[in-house]
């Protein structure tokens, strides 16, 4: 033992040595590894980060988005389907535990003072915001996100409902109970906050300030806007999502969706256009 702990004592300073004659080239491989497995923990730390996404929903492996394909001059596929087809899925296919439309639609909001503005007092909150979303009143059972004040199955129920985020609470009404107060959204619909939800993780693109009832959608809109989006099966500017009953594969509810499709649509639809599922899981890596 003695002569091995000699031996490696008399290596380690022939390598300080030379280390020390071409110190140059010491530091430009010591630089050069520590670079390396820099940037190799980098890009771990990204793709950890990356797989995270969304990953916190309680049941998640059963949410599902539907795409839409659209087969005209080239396929192309998107994220989002028409209007009609959250409803027409809920009332009409079987295996789905239940359905939500994500229409983002920005918009101002103003905050409607309590008992009118006082004399001296503050004027109303307005903002340009950019998370509005309407949902439906399903929406707690596909997305299961945590309420601070509310009943998560009446919040939505009534017309003219809409829920808040903690931040956003904090910015229109500070430390006083939102649930009660007014909001005028687009200067064109009345909103009551009926709750108050958690803040959602970093990690999600599903972004949300405000979770308004869906129907309100067509009270800011122009009218002509509003009865193309209810009626038409074509445009697509509404991200939908379902949550499946428990065994259910996801091959033959596409079946269904795209069996509806074909009896509900005009013959464009019916020719050109197929919905497809995606898992939640996958929408983030695969968007």
């Not at 509005?132 to 059972?141: I, K, P, Q, T």
Request: hydrophobic fraction near 40%; charged fraction near 20%; glycine fraction near 8%.
């Amino acid at each position: 033992p003695y002569h091995r702990t000699e031996m490696l004592s008399n290596h380690l300073i022939l390598a300080l040595r030379y280390a020390w004659r071409k110190r140059r080239y010491t530091l430009l491989n010591v630089f050069g590894l520590a670079a390396g497995v820099s940037c190799c923990l980098l890009i771990g730390l990204y793709l950890l980060d990356e797989a995270r996404y969304d990953r916190f929903w309680p049941g998640g492996e059963r949410v599902f988005r539907i795409n839409q394909t659209n087969a005209f001059e080239e396929s192309r596929t998107a994220a989002t389907v028409a209007v009609r087809v959250g409803p027409a899925v809920a009332q009409g296919v079987t295996g789905i535990e239940a359905v939500t439309r994500w229409h983002l639609r920005p918009g101002s909001v103003r905050a409607e003072a309590s008992g009118g503005t006082p004399s001296g007092g503050q004027p109303p909150k307005l903002f340009q915001e950019t998370h509005v979303v309407l949902v439906d009143s399903a929406v707690f059972l596909v997305l299961p996100m945590k309420l601070l004040r509310g009943d998560a199955d009446r919040a939505l129920a009534a017309p003219g409902s809409a829920l808040v985020s903690e931040s956003t609470a904090r910015k229109y009404f500070g430390t006083a109970n939102p649930v009660g107060r007014r909001l005028r959204y687009e200067n064109r619909a009345d909103l009551t906050v009926t709750g108050v939800f958690a803040d959602l993780p970093r990690t999600t693109d599903l972004r949300a300030d405000f979770l308004v009832r869906f129907e309100t959608l067509f009270a800011v809109e122009a009218p002509g806007a509003a009865e193309f989006l209810r009626t038409d099966w074509l445009f697509n500017p509404t991200q939908t999502y379902v949550r499946l009953s428990p065994g259910t594969q996801p091959t033959p509810v596409e079946t269904r969706l795209n069996e509806i499709l074909r009896r509900s649509g005009d013959e464009r639809v019916a020719r050109h256009v197929r919905l497809g599922l995606q898992p939640l899981h996958d929408t983030h890596p695969h968007s």
